[in-house]
């Protein structure tokens, strides 16, 4: 069954997306996304990004949709991939490439360039988001300044991170808390 989510900036504003109703895939929520890219505003137009644990691509696609030049969503789900290659071809979104691995599979690989802007949204309750974090920054998968976006569950602190990363900002909404960090 596919539940659909609607894409709040950008040329494809208003455009909806299809994603797999799975358990455990939660997009991030509308106003959650809008406050990430206000505060990424001067961030997103010609950038690389990552798009790890990319589930429903709310965040890969809208990031295409500001103007980021390369996106790069992984997600492991093979049926989620689906949907966002279909995403893709609807938008005609030729600058993002879908690669359906497992994440941790694919940062060991380490054959991409290095990304401006990554997005970070793993399954909630696996530990799964410091981990990642360090594997950014241990596989050299980051630019000088890139800008890291963390959601995790609410309650759980990132305090064990990168220690060349600062954080920005954190907020939190509903069940979720989340954070945007900058690598020194």
């Known amino acids: 069954m596919a539940s659909k989510l609607r894409i709040i ?10 994603f797999e109703d ?13 406050t990430l890219f206000n505060w990424l505003q001067y ?13 429903s691509g709310a965040l890969g696609v809208e990031a295409a949709s500001r103007g ?9 789900n093979a049926q989620a991939c689906r949907f966002l290659k279909g995403n893709c071809d609807k938008l005609e979104a030729g600058q993002i490439r879908v ?3 497992d994440v941790f599979r694919f ?4 054959d991409e360039e290095s990304f401006d802007l990554a997005f970070l949204d793993p399954p909630f309750g ?5 981990q990642t974090c360090f594997w950014l920054e241990d596989k050299s998968w980051l630019a000088e300044r890139a800008k890291i976006y963390v ?4 309650g759980l602190a990132l305090n064990d991170i990168p220690d060349n990363w600062r954080r920005l900002k954190h907020k939190s909404a509903g069940d979720v808390d989340y954070y945007l960090f900058e690598r020194g």
């Open 22 to 34: 799975a358990p455990g895939l939660r997009p991030t929520p509308a106003r959650v996304r809008e």
């Open 151 to 154: 959601e995790v569950e609410k």
């Open 68 to 76: 980021a030049a390369y996106v790069v969503q992984v997600e492991h």
């Open 99 to 101: 690669v359906q691995r």
């Open 126 to 130: 696996q530990g799964l988001a410091q």
């Open 43 to 55: 961030d997103v137009i010609g950038s690389r990004c990552l798009d790890l644990y990319a589930g």
């Open 9 to 18: 900036g950008g040329q494809w504003r208003s455009r909806q997306l299809l």
């Open 107 to 110: 940062l060991a690989g380490g």
